[in-house]
C-alpha cells in the first residue's frame, strides 16, 4: 500500500457536490487524494504497481494491457493481479516528459489516422474497461 504520509502526498480532495451526485455512490467506496507531484508519487508507487501513462504516439497499444500485465505477474511471482495506476494527460499537451519518464510503460488507444485522440473522460471510460476486463 502506498504511504499517504508521504511528502507527493499533499491532502483529501475536496470534491464538489456535482462529482458526488454524478457517481452515484461510487465515493463513497473511494478514498480520493491530491498529490503535489505525480513523477514522484509514480517513482514511489513504481515500486508496487504497475504504472500506466497514456500517450498517442506510444508504441504499444491499449490491447497490450493484458500482455503488460501478466508479465508483472510473472516477474512478482504471484497469482494475484497487480494494482494499476492509470495516468491520463490534458487534452492539448498529454503527459509532461518527467511523468511519461516514471511510468512503467505507455499505452495508446489507435486512431483512424484522421483523429488521433479522444476526449480524455472517454479515453479514460476505455482503459478502465480494460482493466476491468483482465
Known amino acids: 500500500?502506498?504511504?499517504?504520509?508521504?511528502?507527493?502526498?499533499?491532502?483529501?480532495?475536496?470534491?464538489?457536490?456535482?462529482?458526488?451526485?454524478?457517481?452515484?455512490?461510487?465515493?463513497?467506496?473511494?478514498?480520493?487524494?491530491?498529490?503535489?507531484?505525480?513523477?514522484?508519487?509514480?517513482?514511489?508507487?513504481?515500486?508496487?504497481?504497475?504504472?500506466?501513462?497514456?500517450?498517442?504516439?506510444?508504441?504499444?497499444?491499449?490491447?497490450d494491457l493484458g500482455n503488460i500485465v501478466k508479465n508483472a505477474k510473472e516477474k512478482t511471482k504471484t497469482a494475484v493481479r497487480p494494482g494499476i495506476a492509470l495516468v491520463l494527460g490534458n487534452e492539448e499537451t498529454g503527459l509532461p516528459a518527467e511523468v511519461k519518464d516514471r511510468c512503467s510503460c505507455l499505452l495508446r488507444i489507435p486512431g483512424t489516422g484522421i483523429i488521433d485522440s479522444l476526449n480524455v473522460s472517454q479515453a479514460a471510460a476505455l482503459f478502465l474497461h480494460a482493466i476491468y476486463e483482465l
Open 1 to 63: 500500500m502506498l504511504n499517504e504520509n508521504d511528502s507527493s502526498f499533499d491532502s483529501e480532495v475536496r470534491l464538489t457536490t456535482s462529482a458526488y451526485r454524478v457517481a452515484e455512490g461510487a465515493l463513497d467506496h473511494l478514498t480520493v487524494r491530491k498529490i503535489k507531484n505525480t513523477a514522484a508519487f509514480l517513482k514511489d508507487a513504481s515500486k508496487r504497481l504497475v504504472t500506466i501513462g497514456t500517450d498517442t504516439r506510444a508504441r504499444m497499444r491499449i490491447s
